[in-house]
């Protein structure tokens, strides 16, 4: 069982940036695909980010493209979400997510393990 907990959530300004981290227990994190996706009120969840179990490669959503860095450290077990250049639209509770040997799916379908999610609130 994998547990994930997500941090580094918080309010910033428009044009900001915040960085948020996963860390994962409970597995062996390199084997597991991970990814970023947020919700917002009254919206579906959508893909953010996700990057592979190996190889490194990485999948965005069309919206945070060029402006969001998805990463990966093995030796700490963790994931994080380099958020740059924040909008208000990029307000949402974000989650982690883990799937073992997953590619960089753009699909939340599969991924078996879940965390609590953080809230990102950017301001205008």
């Known amino acids: 069982q994998v547990q994930l907990v997500e941090s580094g959530g918080g309010l910033v300004q428009a044009g900001g940036s915040l960085r948020l981290s996963c860390a994962a227990s409970?597995?062996?994190?390199?084997?597991?695909?991970m990814g970023w996706f947020r919700q917002a009120p009254g919206k579906e969840r959508e893909l953010v980010a996700t990057i592979s179990w190996i190889g490194g490669s990485t999948t965005y959503g069309d919206s945070v493209k060029g402006r969001f860095t998805i990463s990966r450290d093995n030796a700490k077990n963790t994931v994080y979400l380099q958020m740059d250049r924040l909008k208000p639209e990029d307000s949402a509770v974000y989650y982690c997510?883990?799937?073992?040997?997953?590619?960089?799916?753009?699909?939340?379908?599969?991924?078996?393990?879940w965390g609590q999610g953080t809230q990102v609130t950017v301001s205008s």
């Open positions: 997510a883990a799937d073992y040997k997953a590619g960089a799916r753009s699909s939340s379908r599969g991924y078996d393990y």
């Open positions: 409970g597995g062996t994190f390199s084997s597991y695909g």
